[in-house]
């Protein structure tokens, strides 16, 4: 993949899971940015149709190493991976320079200790001079050195969960999202060791002046797309006597917009954005306070 130095002064190259949990998210992330990418995912490197972007299709234990060699100007990876990635090539001596650009808000899970059903469970403690299989050897090691317990790590890539079944281990700490998977292979999750997401991490070097511009355009699309995610539009008809309190019920909303209902002197109808979600607790609430008609509407794109 030698490209010209020309080429790569101008090209902003990001790296992402090729097949897997982070794909589609991170897929409909760069559509609603903008980005056109073809749709072929077997092709290694595939160019935007529309923007000098060139995204990388590659394992995701692969794209924190990416970033840090500088190979790509971004990748998107899970915190998980990247930090037990970065603990393992520190120790390797390899570089471990990179900087967040922004949080994603998918890919969310734990990374947990669990046990045997059956087992009883007190606190990290238990753990002492047990064997716990895991994938994250970094992150457990970091979590039950700060618990002052000593214990030994079994190494798997995969199938963690069946290892107390198989007698390789005693507990195992693994990702969880829902816990069925453990709750199948009759294991409990007892603790949280560590809580991560999908993000977006940059090389720790200044761009070139041209693709830093296009990198701080994405940059503000992504902003607003992550706001937009957040935010609704609201909708209602209420009582102009208690718009002061409907008002103050609504998170973040700021300055709505009153008009006159035709025909109706004592009721507005109110329009507001939201930067934070509705709960239905709240729109009952709302509609304690004399509101109808309450319409609650995702936000696509969001430019302040
Ligand atoms: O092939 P490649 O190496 O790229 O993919 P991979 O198999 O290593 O990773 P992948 O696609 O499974 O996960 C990518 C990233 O998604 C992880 O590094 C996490 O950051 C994030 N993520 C979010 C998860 C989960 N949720 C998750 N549930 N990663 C793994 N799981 C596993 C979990 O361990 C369990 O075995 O999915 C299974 C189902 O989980 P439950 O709790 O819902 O049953
Ligand atoms: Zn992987």
Known sequence: MSMSNDQSKRRLRIAMQKSGRLTDETERLFKSCGIKINENRDHLLAHAENMPIDILRVRDDDIPGLVMDHVVDWGIVGQNVL???????????????????????????????????????????????????????????????????????????????????AELADAICDLVCTGATLQANGLKEVETIYESQAVIIARDQELFPEKKALADKILTRLRGVMT?????????????????????????????????????????????????????????????????????????KMLD
């Not at 390899?94 to 949080?103: A, D, I, M, S, Y």
């Not at 008809?237 to 103050?248: F, H, Y």
């Open 83 to 165: 930090e037990e990635t970065q603990m393992q090539r520190a120790l390797d001596g390899q570089p471990t320079g990179f900087n967040e650009v922004c949080k994603l808000n998918f890919g969310d899970c734990r990374l947990a200790i669990a046990i045997p059903q059956e087992q009883e469970w007190h606190s990290l403690k238990d753990l002492e001079g047990k064997k716990i299989a895991t994938t994250y050897p970094h992150l457990l090691r970091r979590a039950l050195t700060a618990a002052g317990v000593s214990y030994k790590s079994v190494l798997l890539t995969g199938s963690v969960e069946v290892a107390p079944r």
């Open 228 to 300: 937009a995610k957040e935010s609704k539009y609201i909708m209602m008809n209420a009582p102009r006597a208690k718009l002061q309190e409907i008002t103050a019920l609504l998170p973040g909303a700021e300055a709505p917009t009153i008009m006159q209902l035709e025909g109706e002197p004592e009721r507005v109808a109110l329009h507001v954005v939201s930067r934070e979600k509705l709960f239905w607790e709240t729109m009952e609430s709302l509609k304690e306070l004399g509101a109808t008609s309450i319409l609650v509407v995702p936000i696509e």
